[in-house]
């Protein structure tokens, strides 16, 4: 092996494990939320926030992982954020048909293919239902929030149609989707039709 291929193997390597390392925080910052939203707001006080980090820790052990202070605080951060943002809390307050994490299965006659998709939050609000799809991510150095903003909806907007076509066979609401990024806070409605 060449020192260039040895070099782009490492690099690989390396987006791997950085890419695995947001998965599992990802995970993390889903479970939580889902438990937010599960008990409510309102349960949650700052005592039981700061003890958060001690949690994830142990979660990401059992995973292989040992968490960094810097990833754990930005996962603190992430919740405060959420808690502290109108629209986050709109987001985890109580509503009706709530769900976290709800699974819906498929078939795909053209393709004779079946699946489960989990869509991390929904409700109804007014008759509408909602379809929230968490991301523990944010813009990069060099990005601009509008530039951010578009490439993740263009990276996510097919995602969102398809679970927005699942609600849309079980019930007659209309269906409107978005993507929460907790760490910002930013909150980016996308158009599915």
């Given at each position: 092996?060449?020192?260039?291929?040895?070099?782009?193997?490492?690099?690989k390597h390396i987006e791997e494990?950085?890419?695995?390392?947001?998965?599992?925080?990802?995970?993390?910052?889903?479970?939580?939320?889902?438990?937010?939203?599960?008990?409510?707001?309102?349960?949650?006080?700052?005592?039981?926030?700061?003890?958060?980090?001690?949690?994830?820790?142990?979660?990401?052990k059992e995973q292989g992982m040992?968490?960094?202070?810097?990833?754990?605080?930005?996962?603190?951060?992430?919740?405060?954020?959420?808690?502290?943002?109108?629209?986050?809390?709109?987001?985890?307050?109580?509503?009706?048909?709530?769900?976290?994490e709800q699974a819906l299965g498929?078939?795909?006659?053209?393709?004779?293919?079946?699946?489960?998709?989990?869509?991390?939050?929904?409700?109804?609000?007014?008759?509408?239902?909602?379809?929230?799809?968490?991301?523990?991510?944010?813009?990069?150095?060099?990005?601009?929030?509008?530039?951010?903003?578009?490439?993740?909806?263009?990276?996510?907007?097919?995602?969102?149609?398809?679970?927005?076509?699942?609600?849309?066979?079980?019930?007659?609401?209309?269906?409107?989707?978005?993507?929460?990024?907790?760490?910002?806070?930013?909150?980016?409605?996308?158009?599915?039709?």
């Open positions: 092996m060449s020192s260039e291929e040895a070099s782009i193997a490492a690099e494990n950085l890419s695995n390392r947001a998965r599992l925080l990802g995970t993390v910052l889903h479970r939580t939320l889902k438990q937010i939203a599960n008990e409510g707001v309102n349960h949650w006080t700052a005592q039981r926030i700061q003890q958060l980090p001690t949690a994830w820790a142990s979660q990401l040992l968490a960094s202070n810097s990833e754990l605080d930005s996962l603190g951060d992430a919740i405060q954020l959420m808690l502290t943002d109108a629209r986050g809390q709109w987001i985890l307050q109580c509503h009706t048909q709530a769900e976290c498929y078939y795909q006659p053209e393709q004779n293919r079946a699946g489960t998709s989990v869509i991390d939050r929904t409700f109804i609000d007014g008759d509408t239902r909602w379809i929230i799809d968490y991301k523990f991510s944010k813009p990069g150095a060099d990005e601009s929030e509008s530039q951010f903003t578009a490439s993740q909806t263009n990276a996510y907007q097919g995602q969102l149609r398809h679970y927005a076509n699942l609600y849309k066979d079980l019930q007659d609401n209309p269906v409107r989707c978005a993507l929460y990024f907790p760490q910002i806070p930013l909150f980016i409605e996308v158009e599915v039709e």
